[in-house]
């Protein structure tokens, strides 16, 4: 399984990337597969620099604010006014239960058929996988104020020389500490884990995102193997964040870059 970090800017696009997107990627055996973490705004422009759009296989909404679905809309665009045609269908989609009725209000289009032509629209439901090629996709309910906010946790089963290996990825989305998120993150290969607070800076507001430091609290009890800390907002300083994060995480730590990829 291979990540590529699409945009990992926090809360609207920064000068260096943009917002929330990861491209994740998976062998069956027969083919790769490729998948989006969220579609945050100007996040599909730069996606082009890494895959076609018609090799978008599925995408995993973590919730509705702007900076995690927004380019949908221009998603949506592409597929029903390609002058080639589009000749991969409807792209799947799971989300929150108002992802359909969001993005037809956010492009001006009356919600029957709003997008539905363009997008296979699915509704998470707790705990409960979604199955796609080599993927295993579960959502989390997390702390963000929002009706729907989940973290994933992407499990993807590839063939290996002594038989299948599965590695784990865990996306946190967007979230304040929770019990279901050290439940999504339990003993993951990577933790993509939101860090868009500072210690000290941001105390006083509560169940909305992470500092580094409550990031790496959460990855010491989930037992990850790396945390790579995301979503950090322009006004963020990177190695502030990792100090924090050193302050309760002892194993291996990095911040994501725009157009850096990982194998996991």
Known sequence: MNLTVIGCSGSFPGPLSPASCYLVTAYDGERTWRILLDLGNGALGTAQRYMDL??????FLSHLHPDHCMDLCGLHVAVRWNPDGWTKGRIPVWGPADTALRM???YGLDPDPGMTEEFEFHHWADRESVKLGPFAITPYPVRHPVDEAYAMRIE???PGSDGPVTRVLTYSGDTDTCDALVEAARGSD????EAAFHEGRDDAIEGVHLTGKRAGETATEAAVQRLLLTHLPPWNDSVRTVEEARESYTGDLAVAVA????VI
Do not use: N, R
């Open 259 to 262: 157009g850096v990829s990982y």
């Open 104 to 106: 037809a209000t956010a």
């Open 190 to 193: 990577m933790f993509l884990c």
């Open 156 to 158: 993807a089963t590839e």
């Open 54 to 59: 018609e090799d978008i296989d599925a995408i």
